[in-house]
T-cell receptor, first 111, second 112 residues
Framework: LAKTTQPISMDSYEGQEVNITCSHNNIATNDYITWYQQFPSQGPRFIIQGYKTKVTNEVASLFIPADRKSSTLSLPRVSLSDTAVYYCLVGDEDYGQNFVFGPGTRLSVLP | NAGVTQTPKFRVLKTGQSMTLLCAQDMNHEYMYWYRQDPGMGLRLIHYSVGEGTTAKGEVPDGYNVSRLKKQNFLLGLESAAPSQTSVYFC???????????FGPGTRLTVT
């Protein structure tokens, strides 16, 4: 059973803000929400992690509503180099609360 | 500090051959993972380890075995390779669950 649901693909233009929303209706009380980025032929790279409300770092912001059943990754002013697959992850109790990667969201940034 | 390294980077096997993929990390992490990624797909967890001497099955463990004899190394074995095991294999490590995972560069395996 999938732990998270996110759009399969999204398109954007350079300079725009991109928001990718992820649903995780069955998130456990002690689970964090984590986002990774993956470029072709590379391993995934950690972007941001949060538990509730809002988290911001130099790369992105993560918005988590009070019920924690969804989260939104916000990428400000994207560039061509942000073209990648973005994964939303929560722990899976079947595997000791370790992550299970879904298909992710393929973001294409156009000039 | 090399992070997570994987050996080899590429390998071609014939059906029925065996091989071992080596993952090494120098960050003193407790948890280590093996994933496979097929073209256009997300990563799928094969096996994982929560500490030296421990291993556990992930989503797709069939046809693979693992060992974690030393804390810094996590080995993935294919006893009898099949074409369905053609994939890119990634290793990762982290201090504990829910923490940032650090990934290796991947091993591209082709089974003919």
């Amino acid at each position: 059973l999938a732990k998270t649901t996110q759009p399969i693909s999204m398109d954007s233009y350079e300079g725009q803000e991109v928001n990718i929303t992820c649903s995780h209706n069955n998130i456990a009380t002690n689970d964090y929400i984590t986002w990774y980025q993956q470029f072709p032929s590379q391993g995934p790279r950690f972007i941001i992690q949060g538990y509730k409300t809002k988290v911001t770092n130099e790369v992105a912001s993560l918005f988590i509503p009070a019920d924690r059943k969804s989260s939104t990754l916000s990428l400000p002013r994207v560039s061509l180099s942000d073209t990648a697959v973005y994964y939303c992850l929560v722990g899976d109790e079947d595997y000791g609360q370790n992550f299970v990667f879904g298909p992710g969201t393929r973001l294409s940034v156009l000039p | 500090n090399a992070g997570v390294t994987q050996t080899p980077k590429f390998r071609v096997l014939k059906t029925g051959q065996s091989m071992t993929l080596l993952c090494a990390q120098d960050m003193n992490h407790e948890y280590m993972y093996w994933y496979r990624q097929d073209p256009g797909m997300g990563l799928r967890l094969i096996h994982y380890s929560v500490g030296e001497g421990t291993t556990a099955k992930g989503e797709v463990p069939d046809g693979y075995n693992v060992s974690r004899l030393k804390k810094q190394n996590f080995l993935l074995g294919l006893e009898s390779a099949a074409p369905s095991q053609t994939s890119v294999y990634f290793c990762a490590s982290t201090q504990r669950e829910n923490y940032e995972q650090y990934f290796g560069p991947g091993t591209r395996l082709t089974v003919t």
